[in-house]
């Protein structure tokens, strides 16, 4: 089974870099895997406005029950959006935090 190696920064910087779009395979298995799981508690955007404003929300993993949204985390740009979502499950799957200065 495929395990995010925590060292491997060069991953989450390449990600940064490019949050949408086309990704090297070693960052698609990341994706994968951080994209895989249990939708519970799963980090997401709830777009607030089109093409202008999204938040941070976690999927409550009942059909019909929505997100709680985090109404404090307002974000003006999807790439920056993204980058939070990607931190906050790379964390989740490797119990390490990605700060931008180590990047």
């Not at 490019?18 to 990704?23: I, R, W």
């Amino acid at each position: 089974m495929f395990r995010i190696d925590p060292a491997a920064l060069h991953l989450a910087r390449e990600f940064k870099q490019n949050p949408v779009g086309h990704h090297s395979a070693g960052l698609e298995q990341v994706l994968n895997l951080l994209r895989a799981g249990p939708v519970k508690g799963k980090y997401c955007l709830v777009c607030v406005e089109p093409y202008r404003r999204w938040t941070l929300a976690q999927l409550s993993g009942e059909r019909g029950v929505p997100p709680v949204v985090h109404a404090n985390r307002i974000f003006t740009s999807l790439e920056e959006a993204e980058w939070e979502i990607f931190k906050l499950r790379w964390y989740e799957v490797t119990g390490h935090e990605l700060r931008d200065e180590d990047l």
